[in-house]
């Protein structure tokens, strides 16, 4: 169960509520006006949760690598030419003439 806790006892009780992250895996909500405003998770929770998400991120890019293959060894690519010809990158735009009008 999640510990909150409001800002004003934070402020009296920051030890204690520290130290009570040592003994408990469990984050302290801290809510002010009633509402969650931060969130205190232990040091080495927090380097859990760290790496955790370094893992998540490659994986994902594993996941991406995977499917890029899948769709090379299908035919379902794109050479670098049609894509830029597909974005209009590199076509050169005509320049617009100016009129130029002289004075009399």
Same mark, same amino acid.
């Given at each position: 169960?999640?510990?909150? @806790?409001? /800002? %004003?006892?934070?402020? *009296?009780? $920051?030890?204690?509520?520290? #130290?009570?992250?040592?003994?408990?895996?469990?984050? @302290?909500? /801290? %809510?002010?006006?009633? *509402?969650? $405003?931060?969130?205190?998770? #232990?040091?080495?929770?927090?380097?859990?949760?760290?790496?955790?998400?370094?893992?998540?991120?490659?994986?994902?890019?594993?996941?991406?690598?995977?499917?890029?293959?899948?769709?090379?060894?299908?035919?379902?690519?794109?050479?670098?030419?049609?894509?830029?010809?597909?974005?209009?990158?590199?076509?050169?735009?005509?320049?617009?003439?100016?009129?130029?009008?002289?004075?009399?």
């Amino acid at each position: 169960m999640r510990k909150i @806790v409001p /800002i %004003t006892d934070l402020q *009296r009780q $920051a030890g204690q509520v520290i #130290s009570s992250l040592a003994d408990s895996d469990e984050p @302290v909500v /801290i %809510t002010q006006r009633g *509402r969650a $405003a931060a969130v205190i998770v #232990s040091a080495e929770r927090y380097t859990q949760i760290e790496e955790d998400l370094q893992r998540l991120d490659e994986l994902e890019l594993l996941e991406m690598v995977k499917l890029a293959r899948e769709a090379q060894a299908a035919g379902e690519t794109l050479s670098h030419a049609k894509v830029k010809k597909q974005l209009g990158v590199g076509q050169k735009a005509q320049p617009k003439r100016r009129t130029v009008r002289r004075a009399r």
